[in-house]
């Protein structure tokens, strides 16, 4: 995982089908996918198939028994998306081998995690608008840090 240029992880995803979305996009954004279980599916699904296409290949996740997995298989500032920021995801300077993490569909993450974050960021959204799909806000969050520090 040396050099690599930006992660994504997703914490207990509950939708298979937003893991294959975040797949494609991982791939698209030539980021690494990390899975961080429990997952509120059965891993093996089709929907995961069904939505990422052939994009597996090219993004394959890497999955983690749990938080503590990741944290010490995954070195890098972790950048937490949560509508509780105050900050902007565009008003951030992306570094290479930042973590974006997204937190599960029903909850985000739980107060312990949020608080490691080293950076919080939000996607502004219209009035009375609550959240984006996970995959959704991953592709916003992984186009503005590839933007910033190009794809190089």
Same mark, same amino acid.
């Given at each position: 995982m040396a050099g690599v240029m930006l992660h994504l992880a997703l914490f207990q995803p509950e939708i298979a089908a937003n893991v294959g979305a975040a797949i494609r996009a991982?791939?698209?954004?030539? *980021?690494?996918?990390? @899975?961080i279980e429990p997952c509120g599916f059965p891993w093996k699904t089709r929907d995961i198939e069904r939505v990422s296409l052939?994009?597996?290949?090219? /993004?394959?996740?890497h999955r983690h028994a749990d938080? %503590? /997995?990741? %944290?010490?298989? @995954?070195?890098?500032?972790?950048?937490?998306?949560?509508?509780?920021?105050?900050? *902007?995801y565009h008003?951030?300077?992306?570094? %290479?081998?930042d973590i974006l993490l997204l937190g599960q569909e029903s909850a985000g993450v739980p107060e312990d995690i949020h608080?490691? /974050?080293d950076i919080r960021l939000r996607i502004p959204l /219209?009035?009375?608008? %609550?959240s984006l799909n996970m995959a959704m806000a991953g592709a916003i969050g992984m186009a503005e840090a590839r933007r910033q520090i190009g794809w190089g």
């Open positions: 991982a791939a698209c954004f030539g *980021a690494e996918l990390h @899975v052939d994009y597996g290949a090219l /993004a394959p996740p938080w %503590r /997995a990741f %944290r010490e298989g @995954v070195p890098g500032r972790i950048i937490l998306m949560t509508t509780k920021a105050e900050t *902007a008003e951030h300077d992306w570094q %290479r081998g608080n490691e /974050a /219209a009035p009375g608008a %609550r």
